[in-house]
Structures are given as structure tokens and as C-alpha cells.
């Protein structure tokens, strides 16, 4: 460690001198080893993906608010790019399966805990630990890469006979393997192989990340020194080295299932649209659902975990004094992490489910809620005698709070059993998961990409779109999921390719909030153009940072020069305090860097 | 209490179980807005208060109370109640306490197969003998879900609504469903009756109700089942103990449900 | 069900139709079932209103003089080698209407467009499991005012059976045959097959419940009749 960064790292005047080959077009941002490019790559490809699946869902909204009409302007498009099933522009059932299916896969495995892990993880874990780089700088670049093909593979795989993947992103089994069956290559052959690829490349970055916060943490930095975004990251690179492994085993035997015809999850006697299905049975739809959600729930907190290590670093940041109970809150976060592999069941409760594994399924699910109450509830209280700054990124992370709140609240009558009776698969369930993922994580996610865009670029991003773009985000993502509760608490059930209309008359309330969601949605769509312009326009043209640790921050990340070197610091950094010294009494500025030593 | 959940729209009740459920959600409900009125004041109070306008330098130590520390024990505890005292029992009643033949004719549970297929649900009753007619899988096809043989005298007096068809179930008597599918997971569910029963192929699951109301009633499909899942609604009828049982005897002596429209 | 063949061909002379034409009749011997009132579809919340009255299944559709109609007859083998079989430019039309396919039993060439049409204004979804190689195996959902969907099946495949999930009592059977002369007898069991070149030929009739029958014909430029007979038992 100590000869990796003194040796990348002459002082500022040597620098000419010590990059004698400046690296070319495709070692620098192709094949790049340094975790920051690593980041920022990570970084884009998945706000592609975010975009790709929020304009899947438009199309889906556009069909749940108008069931069998041509979408507008855009239905040409598709019917242009995907033939003949999207013909004459209008959503069919299958499209809208194959869209679902995607834009819950996309949005988990490609979007958003990329950017969690992939991008922030990667941008900021070494800088704020103080190392040099990742610890194994290449399996950084095959993860990254890996990442990125099994992304193409999937947008590829709309364009195979029968179209993309089409059986929910869970891809139960037996509908999987028998929605195109007989098709030796399809859709959910590419979905499972995709995923195979993408698992292998979330398991490199585990080991990476584990190794790196294990062994390259800089002089100084012990592990109750550590900021809680490491923290996060941590535990996360330990859900997913865990939890993934089922899942890609279960990828791989379902793949053998709809191509050699085995039956790991095909029990005896399926008659399928008549037919006894020719394959021999004796196995298990329920094993399948076991592995998914073994992956499944963990991966709910790899959602979260980071959202709040982002969430604390800019509230810290911007109440100006520590986070109140840092200590309770890295040992949530670790109850978390391993409670997460235990009450990955609840997602089961109606397969048959008796009282007692119910009863042990639930008793887990209630158990892991008081440590996300527990961090949640340290962040309501660290602001409790701040001096708070509204600036974007501070808007965002203080958004996240009430609105992981609704999210987390409405999971509890979704854990208890009695009370999922009836709101199973039901929009009360899209709606409570949404406000987890979109208003809960994605609102941190714009925190994180605000707070550090000055160190990656040197530059702020401008203030006024990026109060725009939070307000009518705000607005919108309520208006989007809170009527879902309603649809929910009227028994709609989730999925319906129409939207409904075979249950509800066509004023029924439900469907009527089907055409004002789809509004809001049109509304959260425009209120990211502010972002997407903000984003670009920033890189060249953003008001200039005054120095390098422009939010007077106490961390490592904000002490290397900007934006940082290869080999991020100019000088091995030492550390002296804990992560949040802010405002600290004795002190005159409101704030003590940890690598500073008075 | 519970007016408010009503407004939000949860179609009324019809099951002899159905107000435990629904207590037990308002009991939750309230739970959450009460949690989540107190967060929301207290942020919107802290916010307000802590502007860096209004205080230029921050506190280093913050709150020093343990009141949070208090609530989370009262949240923790209130959930262990919640658990204890509603969830369990509750599930319990729904899953294992079913109801038993006393071997009267007139209040004895009903028995029913239901049967999932894409995209429509089957029903098949005894009919009158009380004994299942000959099934075999070889026999089974789309238009057979049940895959009745025809060919026995048990079955000849079965009835059986297929694909569709609404079938009829007498008011204040148990009907147990013995709920499987022949192809994919679909779920069996009851809005109104609060009977949710994931159907598993491979897998027989009984679910329970009591109707305490007479009316028309819709199934729907709530596990994603392929292109047609948004209209996998089904249909069955609470009508009285008399009509039922001349409804049943009519069915049972058109004849048993081993026929195809293949 | 058992069936056996009855007649064997009849070569007619001077008092025939156009040269190279086949007519000819199919009968059904026997009384089958009597058709089932497809309940399911009078009681659908959709179909029930696109329906007006009673629905039967259509196994049999027996006209005039026991004349079966919906048999698919067609060439087996006969044609010299190397015919040129031209594929016709317009499109076989399958519609689904009333919750049935209407056609209930029609003819294509191997190669011809087949057209699949959904008049209902819901959905229905068409699912077909080839077992021909070189066919499509597809199922599709066709909502309300969804486009016609076009098909092509490459090769002869009897039947080619068209079901419906949404509504699965929906059954809709295309003969594909590899030459262009096949017919669909009426509902009087009356069939012409038409230009066929002088020669020796078997032909094959294709009923849903009846099973298949085969048939040696010669036909001289005059044309010829045939006749043939479905048992039930």
C-alpha cells in the first residue's frame, strides 16, 4: 500500500515528468484500470440503461391509461425497430410482458445497482479510504466489461423470433421455459444468459470491493473510522458475493430446463394448451422461486444500502455536524446485511406456505425492520441541530428520507402475512417497492451525482436546473405511486396487460388513476430533461470549483487534488479522526478533515 | 374505525374471515400513519428550525435524548404485538384450521377442484354422490383441465364448470378449494372473500371461505401467467342453500364433465 | 374411433365436368354424438354478448344425404415430378369472430400467406405447436383492433390446429398442402378440386374427429368423381 501511492504519486511540480506515456484513446476510457474511469463508465452506461427502462415503462404506461390504442409518434418508432411485434404501433400483451419483463431487469440489474455499486462504489470507496485504487485494478476492467455485454445481450435480446424475455423479471419457472417452448433460442434464453454474465460480473466486483476496503485502507483509517458510505458499500459487496451464487446456479439450470429439456423446475404432468409437455417432470417450480428470492431480497437491500451510505455523506455534509449514532448505524447496516438472507420467503407467503416456516418467515421480516428503522431514524436526528444548506444534492438526500420512509412503512402490511392475504400482487405491492427504489434510491443516486460531480470534474452542476429537476421530480414520483395504493386497496392486481379493464367499469376509480399516473409520468419524464442538459452542459461549462474540497468536507474523497490523478492522491494520506468532525467545538472552521492532523 | 380504508376502495367483505383481515390491515394502516405523521413533523420542524440561515453553526453533539431509542423499542414492540396477537392466529385460521365433515349433508364443508390453465379457471364438484370421478393425466387436455375419464360411475354425476363457466357456491357453508394448475403458477384470488392461493402445477393447495354474502364474484389471476393474464377473470355466484342445491342437482344430472370441445 | 374406407373411385365419361376437375362427395356412415353447447363460451362476460344464442361445437357438420362437410381433401401423391406448384399471391384468411375460428376447417398452400384476423373487440391469443419442420411455431396475443397478423407455413402439414388460450375451447384447423389442389367439402359433403393434370393420383381426406382417408383416383382430361365415406362407430 504505503509503496503503491508513493510511488504513483510524485509531488504536484513532477507530475509532467512522471506520466512519460500518456495512456491512448482505448487505455484511457475503453480499457481503462483506474477505478475512477472504471466509475464514470459504470456511471454512464447504466443512466443509459435507467433511461432505456423508464422509456419502457412509458410505452406501458401509455397502453395502462389507453389499453390497445397505438402509441403516439413513438408506436411508428417501435413498429419500425421491432416489426411485426409492435405492428401498427400499439402495444400487444406480449409486448407489454416483454417490456415488463425488461424494465424490471433493467432497472434492477443494469441500472441502478450499477450506479449504486458499479459507479459510486467504485468512484468513491478508494478515494475515501485513501488507496491508490481498487485492489485488483483488472478484475475491476473484466467486471466493467462483463457488465456492459451483458447489457448489449440483453437490448439484443428484443430482437430474437418471439421477442424479449417475457415472464416478469422473477422468470418463474414453468411459465419461463414454456412461454416459448420449442423455440430452441429465445428471449428468456438470452435473459438467462445475459444474467449469467452480469451475476459473474456483480461476483468479480464483490471480491473487489471486499479486498480492497479489507486491505487498502490508509494509515490511520480504522474501521470505526471509516465513512458510513464504505460502511455500505461493504456489507453490499457482501450480499452480493452471497446471494448471487444461487441465482446464477438456479440461471443455469433453468437454461438447461428450456434448452436440453430437463426438468430441475418442471414438475409431472404439465399439459400445456392441451399438450403433455415432452420432458420428463419430477421437478420443482418452487425450488426456482427459493434460489430467485434467495438473491431476490438481498439485492432489495443492495438497493438500499448504498442509497443510504450516499444519503449520510451529503446529509453530514450539509447539516454540518456528525451523523448522530454512527456507531448504531454500521452495526444496522451489518444486521441488515445478515438478516437480508433470512427472510427471503416472505415473498412466497401464499405458495402453500404453512404456519410455522410462515411464522419464522415473518418474525425475520419484522426483525430486519427495526435496523432500517434504526438508520433511518439516525438520519432524522442528525438533522436535530445542524445548520442546514439546501443545495441540490442536500434536497435529494433529504427527500430520500420521507419517501424511503412511505416505502419501507407500506412493507409492513406486505410482511405480515395476514395482511398480504390480500395485498399480494397487488399494485399496493408496485407501489411500495417503487417508492423504495424510485423517490428511496434513485432520488440518492442524484444526490451522490450532484455531491461529486465538482470532484470528478472540477466543475459544480448548475443549481437552478438541479432545483428544477428535484421539484418536478418530486411531485411527479408521488403523483406516479401513491395512487397505486388506492389501485392496490382495490384488489388490482399487478401486470394486467390492459390495465385492468376486465375487472373495473371504465369510471371506476381505478382505472381513472391508471390515466393520471400515466400523466405524472409523462411529467417525471420531462422533469429529467433539466437533469440530462444540467449533466452535459456542467462538464465544460459549470461554474468552476474554488478548491478541492468545495463542500468543505471531512472525508478523503475531497482531499486529492481535482479531479483526481491516476493514482488519486498526492500524497499518502494519513488519517487522524473519525469521518464526520464537523462543527466540532474547540474548532474554528466547521470542519476537520481526517487526514488533517490538528 | 375502518371507514377510511373502505374509502380507499377495498370491496366490501363477503367471507366469514374477511373483517379479521380487514381489521388487522386498518390495525397496520394506522400504525404507519402514525409513524409516519410523527417523522414527517418532526423533519419538517427540524428543517425549519435548523435552516443554516437560522443557524449559522451546528451543534456537534446534537439531540441527547434517548427518545428515539424508546421509540424504536415501541415500534419493535408494537410489531412483536402486531405478530403475536393478529398475524399468526390469523394465518393459522386461513391455513390450517380447515373446516371437517360432521356428516351432515345440509352444513358439511363443499369440497371443489379448481383447476388453472391458460388463461381461464375450472371448477369440479362431487355432485350429489360425494365421490370424485376417475381422473388421469392422459386424459387431460385443454378442454378436460381435470382430465376426467367419463367412464366410471363416480364421475357421471360430477359437476364440472370448465373454462369459465361460473360455477355456484352456497351461502354460510365452507367451501374448500383444492386449487392446482396444469401448466404454469397462477394465483387463485377472491378480492372481495380475502382468499389469496398461489396455483402450482405439481402442487395441490387447499384455501378456505365461508360466503356471508350472496351476489356475483370475481376471480382474478394474480400471478403473471402469459399474454392472457390480464383476463383470466373468473366468475362464480354466493346464492342461497336452496338454490344451490337445485342448481347442483340440475348440473349433476346434465352430466358428468369428462366431454371436450376439441 | 374406427373408420374404414367405403367406396373406391368412379371413372365417369363424356357427361363430366371441366376436364381435369375432381368432384366428388364425402358421407359420414352412422349417427355421430350429438354436438356439446359450448357452455363457457355463452357464459364469458365477452363472448356471451358476441354470440346470439346457443353455441355448438361443430365435430361434425352433416348435411344433405349424410354429406360430411369440413373435410379437408387434398393430393397425396400423384404429381409428376418436378410440378410446378404455384403459390397462390392472395392471402388465406383465418378470422376469429364470436369467440370461434371462422373458418372453422380451410385449405392453404405450402408457402401461401395465411392471413390470422381478430373481429372481436378482445383479445385472443393464437397459439400454434408445429410439427412439420421448416413451420412456425408461434403464439401470439391479438387484441382489440389489432392488425392481422400474416403466416407462412413452408411446409404441408394436416392439420395445422390454430387454439386460443384466452378462450380454450377455440379450435381452428388449416390444411397445408404442398400442391394447390385441395378443397374443403361443403356442408353437404360436396368437393371440387380443380386442374389437375390427367393421371394417377391418391388422394387424402382429413376429417378433425374422423381421422384419415385415402383414396386412389385416376383422372383422365375429362376430370373424375369420387366419393368417400367417414365411419362412425
Same mark, same amino acid.
Request: glycine share 10%.
Given at each position: 500500500?504505503?509503496?503503491?501511492?508513493?510511488?504513483?504519486?510524485?509531488?504536484?511540480?513532477?507530475?509532467?515528468?512522471?506520466?512519460?506515456?500518456?495512456?491512448?484513446?482505448?487505455? =484511457?476510457?475503453?480499457?481503462?484500470?483506474?477505478?475512477?474511469?472504471?466509475?464514470?463508465?459504470?456511471?454512464?452506461?447504466?443512466?443509459?440503461?435507467?433511461?432505456?427502462?423508464?422509456?419502457?415503462? *412509458?410505452?406501458?404506461?401509455?397502453?395502462?391509461?389507453?389499453?390497445?390504442?397505438?402509441?403516439?409518434?413513438?408506436?411508428?418508432?417501435?413498429?419500425?425497430?421491432?416489426?411485426?411485434?409492435?405492428?401498427?404501433?400499439?402495444?400487444?400483451? @406480449?409486448?407489454?410482458?416483454?417490456?415488463?419483463?425488461?424494465?424490471?431487469?433493467?432497472?434492477?440489474?443494469?441500472?441502478?445497482?450499477?450506479?449504486?455499486?458499479?459507479?459510486?462504489?467504485?468512484?468513491?470507496?478508494?478515494?475515501?479510504?485513501?488507496?491508490?485504487?481498487?485492489?485488483?485494478?483488472?478484475?475491476?476492467?473484466?467486471?466493467?466489461?462483463?457488465?456492459?455485454?451483458?447489457?448489449?445481450?440483453?437490448?439484443?435480446?428484443?430482437?430474437?423470433?418471439?421477442?424479449?424475455?417475457?415472464?416478469?423479471?422473477?422468470?418463474?419457472?414453468?411459465?419461463?421455459?414454456?412461454?416459448?417452448?420449442?423455440?430452441?433460442?429465445?428471449?428468456?434464453?438470452?435473459?438467462?444468459?445475459?444474467? %449469467?454474465?452480469?451475476?459473474?460480473?456483480?461476483?468479480?466486483?464483490?471480491?473487489?470491493?471486499?479486498?480492497?476496503?479489507?486491505?487498502?485502507?490508509?494509515?490511520?483509517?480504522?474501521?470505526?473510522?471509516?465513512? $458510513?458510505?464504505?460502511?455500505?458499500?461493504?456489507?453490499?459487496?457482501?450480499?452480493?458475493?452471497?446471494?448471487?451464487?444461487?441465482?446464477?446456479?438456479?440461471?443455469?439450470?433453468?437454461?438447461?430446463?428450456?434448452?436440453?429439456?430437463?426438468?430441475? !423446475?418442471?414438475?409431472?404432468?404439465?399439459?400445456?394448451?392441451?399438450?403433455?409437455?415432452?420432458? #420428463?417432470?419430477?421437478?420443482?417450480?418452487?425450488?426456482?422461486?427459493?434460489? $430467485?428470492?434467495?438473491?431476490?431480497?438481498?439485492?432489495?437491500?443492495?438497493?438500499?444500502?448504498?442509497?443510504?451510505?450516499?444519503?449520510?455523506?451529503?446529509?453530514?455534509?450539509?447539516?454540518?455536524? /456528525?451523523?448522530?449514532?454512527?456507531?448504531?448505524?454500521?452495526?444496522?447496516?451489518?444486521?441488515?446485511?445478515?438478516?437480508?438472507?433470512? %427472510?427471503?420467503?416472505?415473498?412466497?407467503?401464499?405458495?402453500?406456505?404453512?404456519?410455522?416456516? #410462515?411464522?419464522?418467515?415473518?418474525?425475520?421480516?419484522?426483525?430486519?425492520?427495526?435496523?432500517?428503522?434504526?438508520?433511518?431514524?439516525?438520519?432524522?436526528?442528525?438533522?436535530?441541530?445542524?445548520?442546514?444548506?439546501?443545495?441540490?444534492?442536500?434536497?435529494?438526500?433529504?427527500?430520500?428520507?420521507?419517501?424511503?420512509?412511505?416505502?419501507?412503512?407500506?412493507?409492513?402490511?406486505?410482511?405480515?402475512?395476514?395482511?398480504?392475504?390480500?395485498?399480494?400482487?397487488?399494485?399496493?405491492?408496485?407501489?411500495?417497492?417503487?417508492?423504495?427504489?424510485?423517490?428511496?434510491?434513485?432520488?440518492?443516486?442524484?444526490?451522490?451525482?450532484?455531491?461529486?460531480?465538482?470532484?470528478?470534474?472540477?466543475?459544480?452542476?448548475?443549481?437552478?436546473?438541479?432545483?428544477?429537476?428535484?421539484?418536478?421530480?418530486?411531485?411527479?414520483?408521488?403523483?406516479? !405511486?401513491?395512487?397505486?395504493?388506492?389501485?392496490?386497496?382495490?384488489?388490482?392486481?399487478?401486470?394486467?396487460?390492459?390495465?385492468?379493464?376486465?375487472?373495473?367499469?371504465?369510471?371506476?376509480?381505478?382505472?381513472?388513476?391508471? =390515466?393520471?399516473?400515466?400523466?405524472?409520468?409523462?411529467?417525471?419524464?420531462?422533469?429529467?430533461?433539466?437533469?440530462?442538459?444540467?449533466?452535459?452542459?456542467?462538464? +465544460?461549462?459549470?461554474?468552476?470549483?474554488?478548491? &478541492?474540497?468545495?463542500?468543505?468536507?471531512?472525508?478523503? &474523497?475531497?482531499?486529492?487534488?481535482?479531479?483526481?490523478?491516476?493514482?488519486?492522491?498526492?500524497?499518502?494520506?494519513?488519517?487522524?479522526?473519525?469521518?464526520?468532525?464537523?462543527?466540532?467545538?474547540?474548532?474554528?472552521?466547521?470542519?476537520?478533515?481526517? @487526514?488533517?492532523?490538528? | 374505525?375502518?371507514?377510511?380504508?373502505?374509502?380507499?376502495?377495498?370491496?366490501?367483505?363477503?367471507?366469514?374471515?374477511?373483517?379479521?383481515? @380487514?381489521?388487522?390491515?386498518?390495525?397496520?394502516?394506522?400504525?404507519?400513519?402514525?409513524?409516519?405523521?410523527?417523522? $414527517?413533523?418532526?423533519?419538517?420542524?427540524?428543517? !425549519?428550525?435548523?435552516?443554516?440561515?437560522?443557524?449559522?453553526?451546528?451543534?456537534?453533539?446534537?439531540?441527547?435524548?434517548?427518545?428515539?431509542?424508546?421509540?424504536?423499542?415501541?415500534?419493535?414492540?408494537?410489531?412483536?404485538?402486531?405478530? %403475536?396477537?393478529?398475524?399468526?392466529?390469523?394465518?393459522?385460521?386461513?391455513?390450517?384450521?380447515?373446516?371437517?365433515?360432521?356428516?351432515?349433508?345440509?352444513?358439511?364443508?363443499?369440497?371443489?377442484?379448481?383447476?388453472?390453465?391458460?388463461?381461464?379457471?375450472?371448477?369440479?364438484?362431487?355432485?350429489?354422490?360425494?365421490?370424485?370421478?376417475?381422473?388421469?393425466?392422459?386424459?387431460?387436455?385443454?378442454?378436460?383441465?381435470?382430465?376426467?375419464?367419463?367412464?366410471?360411475?363416480?364421475?357421471?354425476?360430477?359437476?364440472?364448470?370448465?373454462?369459465?363457466?361460473?360455477?355456484?357456491?352456497?351461502?354460510?357453508?365452507?367451501?374448500?378449494?383444492?386449487?392446482?394448475?396444469?401448466?404454469?403458477?397462477?394465483?387463485?384470488?377472491?378480492?372481495?372473500?380475502?382468499?389469496?392461493?398461489?396455483?402450482?402445477?405439481?402442487?395441490?393447495?387447499?384455501?378456505? !371461505?365461508?360466503?356471508?354474502?350472496?351476489?356475483?364474484?370475481?376471480?382474478?389471476?394474480?400471478?403473471?401467467?402469459?399474454?392472457?393474464?390480464?383476463? *383470466?377473470?373468473?366468475?362464480?355466484?354466493?346464492?342461497?342453500?336452496?338454490?344451490?342445491?337445485?342448481?347442483?342437482?340440475?348440473?349433476?344430472?346434465?352430466?358428468?364433465?369428462?366431454?371436450?370441445?376439441? | 374411433?374406427?373408420?374404414?374406407?367405403?367406396?373406391?373411385?368412379?371413372?365417369?365419361?363424356?357427361?363430366?365436368?371441366?376436364?381435369?376437375?375432381?368432384?366428388?362427395?364425402?358421407?359420414?356412415?352412422?349417427?355421430?354424438?350429438?354436438?356439446?353447447?359450448?357452455?363457457?363460451?355463452?357464459?364469458?362476460?365477452?363472448?356471451?354478448?358476441?354470440?346470439?344464442?346457443?353455441?355448438?361445437?361443430?365435430?361434425?357438420?352433416?348435411?344433405?344425404?349424410?354429406?360430411?362437410?369440413?373435410?379437408?381433401?387434398?393430393?397425396?401423391?400423384?404429381? /409428376?415430378?418436378?410440378?410446378?406448384?404455384?403459390?397462390?399471391?392472395?392471402?388465406?384468411?383465418?378470422?376469429?369472430?364470436?369467440?370461434?375460428?371462422?373458418?372453422?376447417?380451410?385449405?392453404?398452400?405450402?408457402?401461401?400467406?395465411?392471413?390470422?384476423?381478430?373481429?372481436? /373487440?378482445?383479445?385472443?391469443?393464437?397459439?400454434?405447436? +408445429?410439427?412439420?419442420?421448416?413451420?412456425?411455431?408461434?403464439?401470439?396475443?391479438?387484441? =382489440?383492433?389489432?392488425?392481422?397478423?400474416?403466416?407462412?407455413?413452408?411446409?404441408?402439414?394436416?392439420? %395445422?390446429?390454430?387454439?386460443?388460450?384466452?378462450?380454450?375451447?377455440?379450435?381452428?384447423?388449416?390444411?397445408?398442402? #404442398? #400442391?394447390?389442389?385441395?378443397?374443403?367439402?361443403?356442408? @353437404?359433403?360436396?368437393?371440387?378440386?380443380?386442374?389437375?393434370?390427367?393421371?394417377?393420383?391418391?388422394?387424402?381426406?382429413?376429417?378433425?374427429?374422423?381421422?384419415?382417408?385415402?383414396?386412389?383416383?385416376?383422372?383422365?382430361?375429362?376430370?373424375?368423381?369420387?366419393?368417400?365415406?367417414?365411419?362412425? =362407430?
Amino acid at each position: 500500500m504505503s509503496t503503491a501511492t508513493s510511488h504513483s504519486h510524485a509531488p504536484a511540480h513532477g507530475h509532467a515528468v512522471d506520466h512519460h506515456h500518456e495512456p491512448g484513446f482505448w487505455q =484511457k476510457y475503453i480499457f481503462s484500470t483506474d477505478h475512477k474511469m472504471i466509475g464514470i463508465q459504470y456511471g454512464l452506461t447504466s443512466l443509459f440503461f435507467l433511461l432505456f427502462g423508464f422509456i419502457l415503462v *412509458m410505452c406501458m404506461r401509455f397502453q395502462l391509461a389507453n389499453p390497445e390504442a397505438p402509441i403516439p409518434v413513438f408506436g411508428k418508432l417501435l413498429e419500425l425497430i421491432l416489426g411485426d411485434a409492435a405492428k401498427g404501433g400499439s402495444m400487444t400483451a @406480449d409486448l407489454y410482458n416483454s417490456f415488463g419483463a425488461m424494465h424490471g431487469t433493467i432497472m434492477v440489474f443494469l441500472a441502478i445497482v450499477p450506479l449504486a455499486f458499479g459507479a459510486f462504489g467504485n468512484y468513491v470507496t478508494p478515494l475515501q479510504i485513501g488507496a491508490p485504487d481498487m485492489a485488483f485494478p483488472r478484475l475491476n476492467m473484466a467486471s466493467y466489461h462483463l457488465f456492459f455485454w451483458g447489457g448489449v445481450l440483453m437490448i439484443a435480446s428484443f430482437f430474437v423470433p418471439g421477442g424479449s424475455a417475457k415472464s416478469g423479471w422473477t422468470s418463474y419457472s414453468p411459465l419461463a421455459t414454456v412461454a416459448e417452448f420449442g423455440k430452441p433460442f429465445n428471449g428468456q434464453t438470452m435473459w438467462l444468459i445475459g444474467m %449469467v454474465i452480469l451475476i459473474t460480473s456483480s461476483l468479480l466486483g464483490a471480491v473487489n470491493f471486499i479486498t480492497t476496503i479489507i486491505q487498502l485502507r490508509a494509515k490511520g483509517m480504522s474501521w470505526m473510522r471509516l465513512p $458510513f458510505f464504505v460502511w455500505a458499500q461493504f456489507v453490499t459487496g457482501f450480499l452480493l458475493l452471497l446471494a448471487f451464487p444461487p441465482l446464477e446456479a438456479a440461471g443455469v439450470l433453468q437454461l438447461s430446463d428450456n434448452l436440453l429439456h430437463t426438468s430441475f !423446475f418442471l414438475p409431472n404432468g404439465l399439459v400445456v394448451s392441451g399438450q403433455q409437455l415432452p420432458v #420428463s417432470g419430477g421437478g420443482s417450480p418452487l425450488l426456482w422461486q427459493h434460489l $430467485f428470492w434467495f438473491l431476490g431480497h438481498p439485492e432489495v437491500y443492495v438497493l438500499i444500502l448504498p442509497a443510504m451510505g450516499i444519503v449520510s455523506e451529503v446529509i453530514a455534509n450539509n447539516t454540518r455536524k /456528525p451523523l448522530w449514532g454512527y456507531r448504531s448505524m454500521v452495526y444496522a447496516a451489518m444486521s441488515i446485511g445478515f438478516l437480508s438472507f433470512i %427472510v427471503w420467503a416472505h415473498h412466497m407467503y401464499l405458495t402453500g406456505m404453512g404456519t410455522k416456516v #410462515s411464522t419464522f418467515f415473518q418474525t425475520t421480516t419484522m426483525m430486519i425492520s427495526i435496523p432500517s428503522v434504526m438508520i433511518l431514524t439516525a438520519l432524522f436526528v442528525s438533522l436535530w441541530g445542524g445548520s442546514i444548506r439546501f443545495n441540490t444534492p442536500m434536497l435529494f438526500a433529504l427527500a430520500f428520507l420521507p419517501m424511503f420512509g412511505i416505502g419501507g412503512l407500506t412493507g409492513l402490511p406486505l410482511g405480515f402475512n395476514a395482511s398480504d392475504i390480500y395485498l399480494h400482487d397487488s399494485y399496493y405491492v408496485i407501489g411500495h417497492f417503487h417508492y423504495v427504489v424510485a423517490p428511496g434510491t434513485i432520488f440518492a443516486m442524484f444526490a451522490g451525482i450532484y455531491f461529486w460531480f465538482p470532484k470528478m470534474t472540477g466543475r459544480y452542476m448548475n443549481e437552478l436546473l438541479g432545483k428544477i429537476h428535484f421539484w418536478i421530480s418530486l411531485i411527479a414520483m408521488n403523483l406516479v !405511486f401513491a395512487p397505486m395504493f388506492i389501485q392496490g386497496m382495490r384488489g388490482m392486481s399487478r401486470r394486467m396487460a390492459d390495465g385492468g379493464t376486465a375487472y373495473y367499469g371504465a369510471d371506476d376509480i381505478a382505472l381513472t388513476l391508471n =390515466k393520471s399516473i400515466t400523466h405524472a409520468a409523462v411529467l417525471l419524464g420531462l422533469g429529467q430533461i433539466p437533469f440530462i442538459i444540467n449533466l452535459f452542459m456542467s462538464i +465544460k461549462n459549470g461554474r468552476k470549483v474554488e478548491n &478541492d474540497n468545495p463542500w468543505k468536507a471531512t472525508t478523503l &474523497d475531497w482531499a486529492t487534488p481535482t479531479p483526481p490523478p491516476h493514482g488519486n492522491f498526492a500524497a499518502e494520506p494519513v488519517v487522524f479522526r473519525g469521518p464526520y468532525e464537523y462543527s466540532a467545538p474547540g474548532s474554528k472552521a466547521d470542519f476537520l478533515p481526517q @487526514d488533517q492532523k490538528s | 374505525m375502518f371507514e377510511i380504508l373502505k374509502k380507499f376502495g377495498m370491496p366490501e367483505p363477503a367471507s366469514a374471515h374477511a373483517s379479521g383481515i @380487514d381489521d388487522f390491515i386498518g390495525y397496520v394502516h394506522i400504525l404507519m400513519l402514525i409513524l409516519f405523521v410523527g417523522w $414527517f413533523a418532526y423533519y419538517l420542524l427540524a428543517l !425549519f428550525k435548523f435552516r443554516a440561515s437560522a443557524n449559522p453553526r451546528a451543534d456537534y453533539t446534537g439531540v441527547k435524548s434517548h427518545m428515539s431509542t424508546y421509540l424504536e423499542i415501541g415500534v419493535a414492540v408494537i410489531e412483536a404485538v402486531l405478530l %403475536v396477537g393478529f398475524a399468526i392466529p390469523l394465518w393459522a385460521r386461513a391455513v390450517e384450521e380447515f373446516p371437517v365433515a360432521k356428516g351432515d349433508p345440509a352444513t358439511d364443508p363443499i369440497e371443489v377442484q379448481i383447476m388453472g390453465q391458460q388463461f381461464k379457471w375450472s371448477a369440479h364438484f362431487t355432485g350429489p354422490d360425494n365421490k370424485w370421478g376417475k381422473q388421469d393425466i392422459k386424459s387431460a387436455s385443454a378442454t378436460n383441465p381435470f382430465g376426467l375419464v367419463g367412464t366410471d360411475d363416480e364421475g357421471k354425476d360430477d359437476v364440472v364448470c370448465a373454462l369459465g363457466e361460473p360455477f355456484k357456491v352456497p351461502l354460510g357453508r365452507s367451501v374448500i378449494c383444492r386449487i392446482s394448475s396444469m401448466d404454469v403458477i397462477h394465483s387463485f384470488k377472491i378480492p372481495s372473500m380475502r382468499v389469496t392461493q398461489d396455483a402450482i402445477p405439481g402442487m395441490t393447495i387447499p384455501a378456505h !371461505f365461508k360466503a356471508t354474502q350472496v351476489g356475483s364474484f370475481s376471480i382474478t389471476c394474480a400471478q403473471l401467467c402469459g399474454s392472457g393474464h390480464s383476463v *383470466m377473470r373468473g366468475d362464480f355466484e354466493v346464492v342461497t342453500p336452496e338454490e344451490w342445491e337445485k342448481w347442483y342437482a340440475e348440473k349433476a344430472a346434465a352430466g358428468g364433465g369428462a366431454g371436450s370441445f376439441e | 374411433m374406427k373408420y374404414t374406407f367405403l367406396l373406391s373411385s368412379l371413372f365417369l365419361g363424356s357427361t363430366a365436368v371441366l376436364a381435369g376437375d375432381v368432384t366428388g362427395k364425402v358421407t359420414v356412415k352412422g349417427t355421430p354424438a350429438a354436438e356439446r353447447p359450448i357452455a363457457p363460451l355463452m357464459a364469458d362476460a365477452n363472448c356471451g354478448k358476441a354470440v346470439s344464442g346457443p353455441v355448438n361445437t361443430r365435430h361434425y357438420v352433416v348435411g344433405a344425404d349424410s354429406g360430411l362437410g369440413n373435410v379437408f381433401v387434398y393430393v397425396k401423391a400423384g404429381l /409428376p415430378e418436378g410440378y410446378k406448384t404455384e403459390v397462390p399471391a392472395t392471402k388465406a384468411v383465418m378470422d376469429q369472430v364470436g369467440c370461434l375460428y371462422e373458418p372453422y376447417v380451410m385449405g392453404a398452400v405450402a408457402g401461401q400467406t395465411v392471413e390470422i384476423r381478430n373481429s372481436d /373487440p378482445f383479445l385472443h391469443n393464437v397459439n400454434f405447436m +408445429k410439427s412439420a419442420v421448416g413451420n412456425p411455431t408461434f403464439n401470439f396475443a391479438q387484441g =382489440k383492433g389489432a392488425k392481422p397478423v400474416d403466416k407462412v407455413f413452408a411446409k404441408e402439414e394436416v392439420f %395445422v390446429k390454430l387454439q386460443c388460450n384466452v378462450h380454450p375451447w377455440m379450435f381452428g384447423y388449416i390444411g397445408v398442402s #404442398s #400442391s394447390p389442389h385441395f378443397a374443403v367439402t361443403d356442408k @353437404d359433403g360436396k368437393f371440387t378440386i380443380k386442374g389437375l393434370p390427367a393421371g394417377k393420383y391418391t388422394l387424402g381426406f382429413k376429417h378433425l374427429k374422423g381421422g384419415d382417408l385415402t383414396q386412389e383416383v385416376e383422372v383422365k382430361d375429362s376430370g373424375a368423381t369420387v366419393a368417400a365415406a367417414f365411419d362412425v =362407430k
